[in-house]
């Protein structure tokens, strides 16, 4: 407990600047740090003087070929964040004012916000108490006419199934986003995530598992949809991409400083070595988990065969009381989160009618029904159940031996019961 008291004064004190620099060369248990030559890229845009995305062989373009190759796609497009990019998408693959897309109630609010910003209507699908992911038992359900489309989340590092995914888009000629933005480089059976839907969606704001600070891509196998998102990129001018000064789609500013390209190709570079370091921290943590009655890994590793671990994600047992719980890890200096995020609809802008002055076109009483549901596996997530160990507890082999330690001080003083 003291130790958060001498953490807390220190963020508020004056030289926190500096505090943060000398806790940064003692501690290594964060990320981002250096992975390439950063210094380098970044002072060879610097000297070239063109630190936009005007020239045809500035380190976007390189950047642009490496993503596609790692991703394993024909197409990439870099562009200033996550949310930018899944607006950007929405408008490319088509989508109009009183289209639905679907996805899960419990993510990043930045998803349902950037279709909103598109024009389009998000619906919420409650998830699996067991993937904590789509419940696909119950999303056929969600299907209307207006449905357009289905916005998969990878969570934390953890493929959704991509099968279920398609059996649904295929049934009803929906597009599919895959929404990345936490999951870069995990696969769903063997091969990377983002390659499956009609656009893959990936984001390096901050907390993300790849990060330069902001950032975003959309990768596609469809080249002309790839052209068009790069007109869309640029406030819809079509000069560059077509030849003609003229703009047809109402567009963003979706562009990114070759500074922040710079960061991300040399993030990249090392980026898998990173990725190995984790995983194989992560299977300590793991391994302990296995050999703990009152916690489980959630999801299915039949498809998800390679996570990334933005967190671990784990289902706690009935018994155990999530916020004493999850107040011993934090008093045990160990980050956690509640594995998903609150329901959306629980926000103001949903269940205060604001989403009214927005979404102008479609069912709006089958909207409102869909934004005042109880929400009940997400709920029973977040409430009780789900729990995440967020990266930086495991980014060395001694930071993720010292979690296993800190667990099993904590279950022992919880004193569950002799099966430990
Ligand atoms: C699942 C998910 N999708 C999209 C986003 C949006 O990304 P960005 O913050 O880069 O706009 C985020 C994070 O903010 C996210 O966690």
Partial sequence: ???????????????????????????????????????????????????????????????????????????????????????????????????????????????????????????????????????????ESLITPRTKGIIPIHMWGNSENMEKVKQIADKYNLKVIEDCCLSIGATYKGEKVGRFGDVGIFSFGSTKPLTAGEGGFIVTNDDLLAKELRTIRNWGDKTHEYGIRDQETLSWNGRLSEVTAALIYEQLKNYEKLLNTVRSNAKLIIDYVSTNPYLNIADDSSYNDNPIYSQIVLKLDKKIDKKIFMEKLRNENISVWHANFEAINSLSFFNKDRWKDWILAGDLDFVKENYSKDYKNAYIVHAKSGLGIMRNNFITEKSAKNVIKKLEKIFNDLDLGSNI
């Fill in 1 to 139: 407990m003291r130790y958060r008291n001498l953490i807390d004064f220190a963020k508020k004190s004056r030289f926190r600047g500096l505090l943060r620099k000398v806790w940064r060369i003692f501690n290594k248990n964060y990320y981002p740090f250096v992975l390439g030559d950063e210094l380098k890229t970044i002072k060879s845009v610097l000297d070239s003087g063109v630190w936009n995305m005007s020239s045809d062989d500035g380190i976007h373009v390189k950047l642009e070929k490496e993503f596609a190759k790692y991703i394993g796609v024909k197409n990439a497009v870099l562009v200033s964040s996550g949310g930018v990019a899944i607006q950007m998408a929405l408008r490319g693959l088509g989508f109009k004012p009183g289209d639905e897309v679907i996805h899960q109630i419990d993510t990043c609010v930045a998803c349902s916000f950037a279709i909103l910003n598109a024009g389009v209507t998000p619906i919420f699908s409650d998830i699996s108490l067991d993937t904590l992911k789509l419940d696909f038992d119950n999303i």
